[in-house]
């Protein structure tokens, strides 16, 4: 095993987990996610961001919103999870960091 010395200033995971309309911890994120992650990316790209902010889709984290997504924050200065993120929060999200 080899330590990488790269490491981002930011590393944002994005819940895009899908579930069935009828299961009893509803949707999940979904589209949100894949919207939400989607906008990230572009926009760190647009910004040259992305040797310093890592944008990862994952799967539930547990913490499941009744609309937009999960976003886990995990940076130099703390971390944090953030729900019901949608597009416009997730310029926010960018621009903290
Ligand atoms: S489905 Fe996204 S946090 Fe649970």
């Given at each position: 095993m080899i330590r990488s010395p790269q490491l981002p200033r930011v590393h944002l995971f994005v819940c895009a987990n899908v579930r069935a309309d009828d299961n009893p911890l509803g949707p999940g994120c979904g589209e949100a996610g894949e919207r939400v992650f989607k906008l990230l990316k572009e926009e760190s790209l647009r910004r040259g961001m992305v040797h310093q902010v890592w944008v990862t889709k994952t799967f539930c984290?547990?913490?499941?919103?009744?609309?937009g997504a999960t976003v886990a924050r995990h940076a130099e200065d703390g971390r944090g999870i953030f729900r019901d993120v949608d597009e416009s929060d997730a310029i926010t999200l960018l621009e903290d960091a």
């Open positions: 984290m547990g913490i499941c919103p009744k609309r």
